[in-house]
């Protein structure tokens, strides 16, 4: 199975004001679309042609360092597009929002704790709610690693590379997670991705 650029599930300029339609151009097309490109050469010849994307990432990791950050990168940004919606970041489901309690304390907890992950992950990287031991906790991960590879599963993620803020929030990292929790997460992929992680 060789690796495809899916579409964006919304318009190009659906996550305005909060992410601009350049951002999506270029992180989707070019960014998103050189993990792919890259991630096919490399898995060329190797064991884990054939395989499904979770098996080449957890596969990969520790014995091929090239294709794991192509193919990491890839899944991470197959969910990324999905994790956001146009006027995303409201009401959070029952199930969710129970677990997120009982792990946290509280929902703001939670936010609050997944964002500043993000505004710490030195350089290029990735800050995750993730399901562990039937847990949600927080992660953050360099580069294109993510939770599959530290034992759990990821359940939300931000990008914080610089390619998914620059253009719009230059250096303010903290203002792009905020805007990020606030109004883009689409927290019923939350939920059937966290159904599916305590099954
Ligand atoms: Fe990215």
Do not use: C
Request: hydrophobic share 35%; proline share 5%.
């Amino acid at each position: 199975m060789s690796f495809t650029l899916p579409e964006l599930p919304y318009a190009y300029d659906a996550l305005q004001p909060y992410m601009s339609k350049e951002t999506l151009e270029y992180h989707h097309d070019k960014h998103h679309q050189a993990y792919v490109t890259n991630g096919n050469n490399l898995l060329k010849g190797t064991e884990f042609e054939g395989k499904s994307l979770e098996e080449v990432v957890k596969g990969s990791y520790g014995k091929n360092q090239a294709l794991f950050n192509n193919a990491g990168q890839h899944y991470n940004h197959i969910h990324f597009w999905k994790w956001m919606k146009p006027n995303g970041g409201g009401s959070i489901p029952g199930s969710v929002e129970k677990a997120l309690v009982d792990g946290f304390g509280s929902v703001d907890k939670a936010k609050e704790e997944f964002a500043q992950a993000g505004a710490t992950q030195f350089g290029s990287g990735w800050a995750w709610l993730a399901v562990k031991d039937g847990k949600v906790v927080v992660q953050k991960t360099p580069n294109g690693e993510n939770p599959l590879v530290h034992g759990a599963t990821p359940i939300l993620g931000v990008d914080v590379w610089e390619h998914s803020y620059y253009i719009d929030y230059r250096n303010r990292r903290p203002d792009y997670l905020k805007a990020f929790v606030d109004n883009l997460v689409n927290w019923e992929y939350v939920e059937e991705l966290y159904q599916a992680a305590i099954k």
